[in-house]
């Protein structure tokens, strides 16, 4: 697979309008507004870095994942974006290479990108998202 960047840090907090105060007045960086991906029970903010961007997560539901992380192991780092140049090929690679996933085909995410997520037990205990954007 061809890995083009980084994409995005993905952070887990608890209130992204408390959390954001950080990297906005603090670190200076641009607030691009808030998206809630209802599937996934998640509200998301970005804030771009040069070529890549931090991406706050912030959780609707106590159910939500972002919501059982942030129970299992504090809000913080949560996850590393790789956008790539073809998710689907990407994700058949992983298969063959016996790599395990969360999810087996893209689905949409933020902004409409396609994005899919290998399981932390295959990467060394991080949570990686794989993301193509069109
Ligand atoms: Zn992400």
Do not use: Y
Not at 33 to 54: D, L, R, W, Y
Not at 82 to 104: P, Y
């Amino acid at each position: 697979m061809k890995i083009l960047k980084i994409n995005h840090l993905g952070i887990a907090v608890n209130s992204i309008n408390e959390g954001k105060k950080f990297w906005t007045d603090v670190l200076g960086l641009e607030f691009e507004g808030a998206e809630t991906v209802e599937e996934q029970k998640v509200t998301t903010a970005f804030f771009p870095v040069g070529e890549s961007e931090i991406e706050l997560l912030e959780s609707t539901s106590p159910d939500g994942p972002v919501a059982k992380f942030i129970e299992k192991k504090g809000a913080g780092f949560q996850h590393v974006a790789f956008q790539v140049e073809d998710i689907a090929a990407a994700l058949d690679e992983l298969k063959e290479k016996g790599v395990k996933l969360i999810d087996q085909t893209p689905r949409i995410g933020a902004g409409g990108a396609k994005i899919a997520f290998l399981h932390p037990k295959a990467t060394g205990g991080i949570l990686v998202e794989l993301c193509e954007r069109g």
